[in-house]
Every structure is written in structure tokens, then in C-alpha cells.
């Protein structure tokens, strides 16, 4: 069976290779900015959908996945950063707090034309970080600009208090909850997977 990733992302693919979800990869071309987000929840499936559905006349048969991640932290969805003073807003924002990180996820069937669509959440606490850590995070962190929130493999792991819920799903690609909807709507074992 084939598993195809709606999105060209070098990351998320990495993600799930660790993981052991083969796949392929296919662009999608879906504009994020159509979908109104007035509840986070249904606005992460919604985007994951629209992320699966662009592709799927590309497809002829396997399991498309659309995923699409944000960052929620005092009723409010952080977006990628203008600048470094908004990646500073952000981060002040997280510190001493509770974020939630929610991961939409769509799985189409080709062969059966059912779809899944789900979310996954993690709470990730953090403790206070400092100005000058803060300072220390945009000036060494490269990426800072191109995630909302904070990059949580790097200087920022310093100050995790808690984490409740999947690891992975904070890189962006909640490998639990995709394998558990393959194995349990579909029978489909990690050793069914194929390039």
C-alpha cells in the first residue's frame, strides 16, 4: 500500500521515515489562507483536508495523508513571525505557560474513497526563559522565522517543565495517531508500507 504525503516537506518526511511510515511526497498547492480558524480544533482538520483533497486527482490508489500544524498558546493561533521582534512576542508569550501544539491530520482512502480527518495535541509547559536567553534563542536559531512558537529540539528543550502527549507530534508529523488510524480502519501494518 502506498502512503502519500500531501506536501514536499523535507522535514515531515523525515519524520515519518524515522518512524518507519514509508511514503512518497507530492506538492500540494493548497492556500492556507481560504480557511476561516474561528475554532482551533476544526480549523487544523479543515486545513489538513483541503492539504489531502489538492492532491488527490494526482493519485490513482493508496492512503493520502494532509497534515498542518499550529501553535495555540492564550486563545490565540501564533502564525509564522514577520520578524524577529514577533519571534520575541511569541516566545514571551510561551514562557512560564502551557502551549498547546495541534496537529490536523486527513487520510484518504483512494481505493475506498473513506476519509479520516483527526488532530492531535500536545501541552508542552515551559518555565520562564529569559531576555537574554530569548536573545540568545533568535540569534543562534536559523529557523526562528519559519515556525511559529519555538523550535523545540534547540536551545529552547532547557526550558521544558512538561510535556504531555506525542513528541513527534511537536516536529510536526503525529506519527501515533496516523499509524493507529491505518492499523485500526484499515489493517495496515508498518511492513505494508511501500515506496
Known amino acids: 500500500m502506498k502512503l502519500i504525503l500531501a506536501s514536499t516537506s523535507k522535514y515531515k518526511s523525515q519524520l515519518l521515515n524515522q518512524a518507519k511510515l514509508k511514503h ?24 489538513s483536508l483541503k492539504k489531502a483533497l489538492s492532491i488527490k486527482d494526482k493519485v490513482k490508489t493508496g492512503i493520502i495523508l494532509g497534515m498542518d500544524t499550529v501553535v ?15 519571534v520575541r512576542k511569541f516566545l514571551k508569550m510561551c514562557s512560564n505557560n502551557t502551549t498547546e501544539v495541534i496537529t490536523g491530520i ?25 531576555d537574554e536567553d530569548i536573545d540568545f534563542y533568535i540569534k543562534t536559531e536559523t529557523y526562528a522565522l519559519n515556525v511559529s512558537g519555538f523550535i ?3 536551545s529552547i528543550s532547557n526550558f521544558i517543565e512538561k510535556i504531555e502527549g506525542s513528541f513527534f507530534n511537536i516536529l510536526g508529523a ?19 508500507l511501500e515506496n
Not at 512518497?24 to 486545513?47: C, G, H, M, P, R
Not at 486527513?106 to 529569559?130: G, P, Q, W
Not at 503525529?174 to 505494508?192: A, F, G, R
Request: aromatic share 10%; charged share 30%.
Open 106 to 130: 486527513t487520510l484518504i482512502n483512494k481505493n475506498t474513497n473513506e476519509i479520516i480527518t483527526d488532530y492531535a495535541i500536545t501541552y508542552v509547559t515551559l518555565r520562564k526563559i529569559s
Open 24 to 47: 512518497i511526497q507530492i506538492e500540494s498547492n493548497f492556500d492556507e489562507k481560504t480557511i476561516e480558524n474561528d475554532n482551533v480544533y476544526e480549523y487544523v482538520k479543515a486545513l
Open 72 to 86: 495555540f498558546v492564550n486563545n490565540k493561533i501564533l502564525e509564522k513571525p514577520k520578524d524577529n521582534n514577533e
Open 152 to 154: 523545540i529540539e534547540t
Open 174 to 192: 503525529p506519527v501515533e495517531t496516523i499509524y493507529k488510524h491505518l492499523h485500526k480502519k484499515w489493517n495496515i501494518s508498518l511492513k505494508d
